[in-house]
């Protein structure tokens, strides 16, 4: 629960003002969480120009001591992480074991590479033109200066904090809006951070709702990292464009997997059902919709149907559980909403099919059959733990399902011929394909993440996200003294000479 305060008129009526703090429950058990101010939008200015004055000794620090910061940063993360564990579970309502596995382990992992391969990365880098062979070219990238970061709540640590170390790794100062639904775990970031002996100022956190992103975008940021819906995305690419700043935009998705008619059940089985509940469903990158060769679509529905009731919901303060909680009220409603409109349509549950909200608020793990393409849980992203299985005939079917829908995040394709499975995969439309996996990409520093169409724009991780947080310089330098021959005055001679040296140069090229 987000509650705004409400502030009285003169006139006797009330409007509801700008909130001024953040208030949230536990979602997995209701428990109340400590309230947080909200930023003012002359705070968010403030860190801004606070952040732009320490990116400059940042930046003049070189890359080995900020790869010491950075590795001093990843210590500390992996020494406190059952404190921030435990942070993530109370705030997001995931199991620990989630929280760990999801937002510690891969903010671990993406520090350490961009301490290592940092100067490497964004070393100058040799451009060759043979036909300006007395020519020297070379890019050099310098840091932004300062970055702006808005966060949704679904990995409350391991988004705001892949974007700030990204940040960072490059020279560049950050300011942080965190989703006002979890901005206790991007305060605890900035906690290690600090005393990892990232000097305070350069990274920031403006706690607030939409609005302080908004402040945020207008306080002079010289790029913005979103992630979050498609409906804010647009949004932030429209303030960007005002502004002619950057922006990369990781949004939503509606992520298919295509269990083909070769592929190990068992292993699609299980996979698909951690790909479709783990973080209860509310990943970007979750398996949203599964179409199964109708040869093979019982076993797989039934052995999927075994494997949902089997898994253990719940708050995980008093045993092991398999799925947590629904992190916001809104959330829960549109999966409560897609669920009863597949119903209304005549779709089957399987499996689950209703929310749990006597201590908390949870979903459970739902299984759909019979559900057709009207259907809101089709094409629209649930963002909860709801599977939909739909049945095709042949592998074209498939493709043109898959790729049916507005998003193109990711998109999983199971067979065990691996040549198959690469010949499907590459008929997707989707930023990422995976083969006989899910989800675990995001967790692999080097692997570019981010979508086509409404899944956004740009990429995070790896080596270009490093490059997206630069500018680039090009210089153009020579080898050899020469004057060229069309500098003033202009003459006929050269003109005519011009056209028969490219055409003869060109052959010598093609
Ligand atoms: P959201 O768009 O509601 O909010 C995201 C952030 O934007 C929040 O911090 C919010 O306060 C802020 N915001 C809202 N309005 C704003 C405005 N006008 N100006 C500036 N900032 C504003 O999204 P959410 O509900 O927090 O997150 C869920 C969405 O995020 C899902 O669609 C999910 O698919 C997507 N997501 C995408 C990825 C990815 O990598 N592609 C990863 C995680 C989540």
């Not at 490497?120 to 070219?137: T, V």
């Not at 702006?148 to 990204?166: A, D, H, R």
């Not at 981010?450 to 630069?470: M, P, Y």
Request: aromatic share 6%; hydrophobic share 45%; proline share 6%.
């Amino acid at each position: 629960m987000v509650e705004a305060t409400v502030e009285p008129l003169h006139n006797g009526h009330a409007k509801p003002a700008a909130p001024t703090v953040i208030r949230n429950l536990e979602p997995a058990t209701g428990a109340p969480l400590p309230e947080v101010p909200v930023t003012s939008p002359e705070d968010v200015v403030a860190a801004v120009g606070r952040a732009r004055e320490a990116q400059k000794g940042w930046a003049a620090l070189g890359f080995a001591e900020r790869r010491r910061r950075l590795l001093a940063f990843k210590d500390l993360l992996l020494e406190r992480a059952d404190e921030v564990a435990d942070l993530v579970h109370r705030e997001n309502g995931k199991p620990r074991f989630e929280a760990t596995l999801h937002d510690i382990v891969p903010v671990a992992m993406l520090t350490t590479y961009y301490a290592r391969k940092a100067r490497g990365i964004l070393r100058d880098r040799r451009i060759g033109a043979p036909l300006f062979p007395h020519k020297r070219f070379y890019v050099r990238y310098e840091p932004r200066g300062v970055i702006g970061v808005i966060s949704p709540w679904n990995f409350p640590f391991s988004l705001p904090v892949g974007e700030i170390v990204t940040a960072l790794a490059a020279g560049n100062g950050v300011v942080v809006k965190p989703s006002e639904f979890t901005p206790l775990t991007a305060l605890k970031a900035k906690e290690l951070l600090d005393a990892a002996g990232v000097p305070a100022d350069l990274v920031a956190v403006v706690p607030g709702f939409g609005a302080t992103g908004a402040a945020l975008l207008a306080a002079g940021v010289d790029m913005v990292a979103f992630t979050g819906s498609v409906a804010t995305g647009r949004k932030i690419a429209a303030a960007c464009g005002e502004r002619l700043i950057p922006c990369t935009l990781e949004l939503g998705g509606k992520d298919p997997a295509v269990v083909l008619g070769d592929a190990d059940l068992e292993r699609a089985a299980r996979t698909v059902v951690f790909g479709a509940f783990a973080n209860s469903g509310q990943i970007c990158a979750s398996v949203e919709r599964v179409y199964v060769d109708r040869r093979i679509l019982d076993p797989f529905t039934r052995r999927v149907v075994e494997l949902t009731r089997s898994l253990r919901q719940g708050d995980d303060s008093g045993g092991e559980v398999d799925v947590g909680a629904m992190t916001t009220p809104a959330q829960l409603e549109i999966v409560r909403r897609h669920v009863a409109d597949a119903v209304a349509g005549g779709a089957t549950v399987l499996a689950g099919g209703n929310a749990r909200t006597e201590k908390g608020r949870f979903f459970e793990p739902t299984v759909l059959s019979g559900v057709d393409a009207r259907m809101a849980v089709l094409h629209d992203e649930t963002f909860g733990p709801v599977l939909p299985i739909v049945p095709f005939d042949d592998e074209d079917e498939a493709v043109r399902l898959a790729n049916g829908t507005a998003y193109g995040l990711n998109a999983y394709v199971f067979s065990k011929d691996r040549r198959h499975a690469e010949e499907v995969a590459n008929r997707l439309t989707a930023g990422t394909v995976m083969v006989n996996d899910v989800l675990f990409t995001h967790g692999v520093p080097e692997m570019p993440w981010g979508g086509v169409r409404d899944s956004g724009i740009g990429r995070t991780h790896g080596a270009q996200a490093l490059r997206e947080v630069c500018w680039m310089r090009h210089v153009a330098t020579e080898r050899v003294a020469w004057s060229a021959p069309w500098l003033y005055p202009y003459r006929r001679s050269v003109q005519q000479t011009l056209v028969r040296a490219v055409r003869a140069v060109l052959r010598l090229v093609a």
